[in-house]
C-alpha cells in the first residue's frame, strides 16, 4: 500500500465513450502526476499539478482533459480516444522538496476498442 | 530522453547479492542519483537516492562513485520478489515539483 490510489484498475472503453480516471492520496502531498505506460515502452510524463496548479503538460493531446480540484485528488478525463491510447495509465504524487520521492498508484489498465 | 545507462537486463540466483550498474557521466552538481523498480503491472517503486555519499536503507545500499559519473545499485540478498526493472535516473534539486524521465530501466531476472 503506497498511499496512492487508483481506480478503476482496469477500464475497456469504445472511441466514442468518455470516462474518468481517478487517483487519490492519503500522504498529505502537495504534488501530483499523471503517467502513461504503453507496451514495450518507457514510462512517459503526461500532467504535473504543483499546488493544484498544473505546471507540465507534455505535448498531450486535448482528448485527455486533467482535473486537480484539491491537493489530494486528481482526475484524468477521457474522450475521442484513439486504440493507440490503450496503456497503462500511473498516478504519483510527492512533497515537494530538495530529495523528494514520488509515491505511484497501481495503476490504470486502460484498453480502447 | 533518459540522460542515464543501463544494461537491458540482468539475471542473478536467488540469495546472492545483486549488482546493478548506471552510468550518468553528465550529471551535475546539484542533481541527485536516485533508482526506482517496476513489478510487472504496477506503479514504480522508490528504492534509494544519493547525491555524493554512499547510501544504505532496508532494501539496497547504493554506491557512487567519487566522480559521480557511475553508481551501482546492491540488493545484498536477492529474492525472487525482487524480479523487476531497475531504473536509475537523475534528479535536480527540487523547487518545483519533479518532472522524472524513466528510461527502459535494468530488467533483473532472480531465479532460483
Known amino acids: 500500500e503506497t498511499g496512492v490510489t487508483q481506480t478503476p484498475r482496469h477500464l475497456v472503453m469504445g472511441m466514442t465513450n468518455k470516462k474518468s480516471l481517478k487517483c487519490e492520496q492519503h500522504l498529505g502531498h502537495n504534488a501530483m502526476y499523471w503517467y502513461k505506460q504503453s507496451a514495450k515502452k518507457p514510462l512517459e510524463l503526461m500532467f504535473v499539478?504543483?499546488?493544484?496548479?498544473?505546471?507540465e503538460n507534455n505535448s498531450v493531446p486535448s482528448r485527455f482533459s486533467p482535473e486537480c480540484p484539491n491537493s489530494s485528488h486528481l482526475f484524468l478525463h477521457l474522450h475521442t480516444l484513439q486504440p493507440e491510447d490503450s496503456a497503462l495509465y500511473l498516478c504519483a504524487s510527492s512533497q515537494v522538496r530538495r530529495d523528494e520521492k514520488l509515491f505511484f498508484g497501481s495503476g490504470t489498465q486502460l484498453s480502447v476498442l | 530522453d533518459a540522460k542515464t545507462t543501463q544494461p537491458p537486463s540482468m539475471d542473478c540466483a536467488e540469495g546472492r547479492a545483486a549488482n546493478l550498474p548506471c552510468n550518468h557521466s553528465?550529471?551535475?552538481?546539484?542533481?541527485?542519483v536516485y533508482w526506482y523498480r517496476q513489478i510487472h503491472s504496477q506503479g514504480p517503486q522508490y528504492i534509494i537516492h544519493?547525491?555524493?555519499n554512499n547510501e544504505t536503507n532496508e532494501m539496497a545500499s547504493l554506491i557512487i562513485t567519487e566522480d559521480r559519473k557511475s553508481s551501482t545499485l546492491i540488493l545484498p540478498h536477492a529474492t525472487l520478489r525482487d524480479t523487476a526493472v531497475y531504473y536509475c535516473?537523475?534528479?535536480?534539486?527540487?523547487?518545483?515539483?519533479?518532472?522524472?524521465?524513466f528510461g527502459t530501466g535494468t530488467r533483473l531476472q532472480v531465479t532460483l
Open positions: 499539478y504543483n499546488f493544484k496548479e498544473q505546471t
Open positions: 544519493g547525491l555524493k
Open positions: 553528465t550529471i551535475s552538481g546539484n542533481e541527485y
Open positions: 535516473i537523475e534528479k535536480p534539486e527540487a523547487g518545483t515539483a519533479s518532472k522524472l524521465t
